[in-house]
């Protein structure tokens, strides 16, 4: 089985910032991109920023110049490094990998479940 377990949420004060880390074991193959969403409630959970295997990275447009993705490929670990937090990116964030568990097989979509993030004074 593969697991994803974020880390490193938290209460911040606007400006202040924060570092998200994904996790992920079990029987891995592979992992190709490795993503990171979040929600709020009664809104449709929002693509943060996505990094490839290639280590290509694309973030949305709100967080653009803000957040930085990256990876540990040997170790299997993602990172959200989030600077300048608004309150408006107040929300449970998730890690979220497309992994492969044995060669030839097809990937899978994998969530962790959640990491709260609180931008407040």
């Known amino acids: 089985q593969v697991q994803l377990v974020e880390s490193g949420g938290g209460l911040v004060q606007p400006g202040g910032s924060l570092r998200l880390s994904c996790a992920a074991s079990?029987?891995?193959?592979?992992?190709?991109?490795m993503n990171w969403y979040r929600q709020v409630p009664e809104k449709q959970r929002e693509l943060v920023a996505t990094?490839?295997?290639?280590?290509?990275?694309s973030y949305a447009d709100s967080v653009k110049g803000r957040f930085t993705i990256s990876r540990d490929y040997a170790k299997n670990l993602s990172y959200l490094q989030m600077n300048s937090l608004k309150p408006e990116d107040t929300a449970v964030y998730y890690c979220?990998?497309?992994?492969?568990?044995?060669?030839?097989?097809?990937?899978?979509?994998?969530w962790g479940q959640g990491t709260q993030v609180t931008v407040s004074s």
């Open positions: 079990g029987t891995i193959f592979r992992i190709k991109a």
């Open positions: 990094i490839t295997n290639d280590g290509n990275t």
């Open positions: 979220n990998a497309d992994i492969g568990t044995k060669r030839g097989w097809p990937t899978l979509d994998y």
